[in-house]
């Protein structure tokens, strides 16, 4: 049974249309991540959310943008994509009980192939 | 067979033999290490993972080595399988370093019958 489940599996927009992509988990897991990942690379993190902190990579456009309504819930909205957008969107959670713990085992769903037309 | 990871992102084998995927790390301080196996079209897939204080752990099938000295980091698969095809992504954490991972360029692999 998926654990982190992303809806939807592939969504086309067009150039300049706001679009929203959703991440759902059942881990019950504290910090969730967003993603980008562009063929033939490793995955990039965009932002991730530590319970209800919310933390933003330096190199993140302003043009990405996250919300996490809940600990089962999160999205990535997209204001304006351009074609430069199209990617893969992953979506991870992880259990981190203590800042300090080594250890971050994080557990990705299926992503979402992103088209921009 | 055997990749030297960044240098050689593709790795060719023959089924049933063992391959040897390699990934230099980046922080020398880095506590804690992750291989993953990302399938075309999936998400990324936990495999195995390694403290800094541990130079080798062995899972089913693989074994991850770490040689913390030229911060460098392989994955060994025994008797490599038509469904170990995949792009093999390891990554690096460090503890206070705000709960990422930073993800290595990935190793194609390729298992030929």
């Known amino acids: 049974d998926a654990m982190v489940i992303q809806n939807p599996r592939y969504q086309v927009t067009q150039f300049g249309k706001p679009v929203t992509l959703s991440c759902s988990q059942t881990?019950?897991?504290?910090?969730m991540y967003w993603y980008q990942q562009k063929s033939s690379q490793a995955p990039k993190l965009l932002f991730h959310?530590?319970?209800?902190?919310?933390?933003n990579e330096a190199d993140t456009p302003d043009n990405f943008q996250s919300r996490r309504p809940n600990t089962s819930f999160c999205f990535l909205d997209i204001r304006s994509p351009g074609l430069g957008d199209a990617a893969m969107y992953l979506c991870?959670?992880?259990?981190?009980?203590?800042?300090?713990?080594?250890?971050?085992?994080?557990?990705f769903g299926a992503g979402t192939r992103l088209s921009v037309l | 067979g055997e990749s030297v990871g960044l240098h050689l992102p593709t790795l060719s084998v023959q089924e049933g033999d063992n391959s040897i995927i390699n990934c230099a790390y980046s922080?020398?301080?880095?506590?804690?290490f992750i291989w993953y196996k990302q399938e075309s079209g999936k998400g990324p897939q936990f495999i195995i993972d390694?403290?800094?204080?541990?130079d080798k752990r062995q899972g089913q099938r693989v074994t991850v080595l770490l040689n913390k000295t030229v911060k460098h980091l392989s994955l060994q698969i025994a008797a490599t399988q038509p469904g170990d095809s995949a792009v093999y992504f390891c990554?690096?954490?460090?503890?206070?370093?705000?709960?990422?991972?930073?993800f290595g360029t990935g190793t194609q692999l390729k298992v030929e019958l």
């Open positions: 959310y530590y319970d209800k902190d919310f933390n």
């Open positions: 991870a959670t992880s259990r981190v009980r203590d800042r300090t713990l080594a250890k971050n085992i994080q557990y």
């Open positions: 881990l019950n897991h504290n910090v």
């Open positions: 990554a690096e954490f460090l503890t206070g370093g705000g709960n990422k991972l930073t």
């Open positions: 390694i403290r800094s204080n541990m």
């Open positions: 922080n020398s301080a880095s506590d804690y």
